[in-house]
């Protein structure tokens, strides 16, 4: 064999990196755009907020398995409300079952509520945070898919038709459950106020 310059070049180039395939360009785009999404929804379904990192990872570990399923039929938003669904309700039922239902909500944030605090005053902040809590105890009452409804069309924005899809419902039965949890939420609120003399947030 005879070895020319040209051949020298071949053999001495390093190998190119290792491009990263479709699938997982596509895992990192979903994770991009939707880990706020998941991480402030888990903690609307009730996943206390010293468990919403690993519940978050444990997402995002049904998303990359499953993602290969997708097939289109819904948003990825909704798709991703469906899996979120389901880890939260995992998450809530193991954690019951270690340490009963007493849970702490103390220092909870949901971080799509709170607004700018560069721009408020401390008092701003407080009643802000009260209020954040005061809706997280509210959702605490309800049942399971009550509460994914109101949070998925009440607080997201999404469809009715979406929210029946992510949970897997007729369409007639996601308005029938949106009407009892707007309704369970209204009587969360009345025996708050009756119980709080000071007045609610």
């Known amino acids: 064999m005879t070895w020319s310059a040209e051949t020298a070049k071949t053999v001495d180039a390093p190998e190119p990196p290792p491009t990263a395939q479709p699938d997982e360009l596509l895992f990192a785009h979903v994770y991009e755009q939707h880990f706020d999404f998941v991480w402030r929804n888990l903690r609307r379904l009730g996943v206390p907020d010293a468990h919403i990192d690993d519940a978050t990872q444990d997402v995002f570990l049904v998303v990359h398995r499953k993602l290969s399923e997708f097939a289109g039929r ?58 954040v809590d005061f809706l997280h105890r509210l959702l605490d009452s309800l049942e399971d898919e009550q509460r994914a409804m109101l949070v998925m069309i009440e607080l997201e924005q999404l469809s009715v038709p979406e929210a ?38």
């Open 74 to 131: 819904s948003s990825v938003r909704t798709w991703v409300f469906g899996i979120l669904f389901r880890v939260a309700a995992d998450h809530r039922r193991a954690l019951r079952r270690k340490r009963g239902d007493a849970q702490s909500r103390a220092g909870d944030i949901d971080v799509q509520l709170l607004a700018d605090e560069r721009n408020q005053t401390p008092h701003d902040r407080f009643v802000q945070r009260e209020a």
């Open 164 to 201: 029946a899809q992510a949970l897997g419902l007729r369409l007639n039965t996601a308005y029938a459950r949106l009407r009892a949890a707007r309704q369970a939420f209204e009587r969360a609120v009345k025996r708050a106020r009756s119980q709080s003399p000071g007045g609610m947030p």
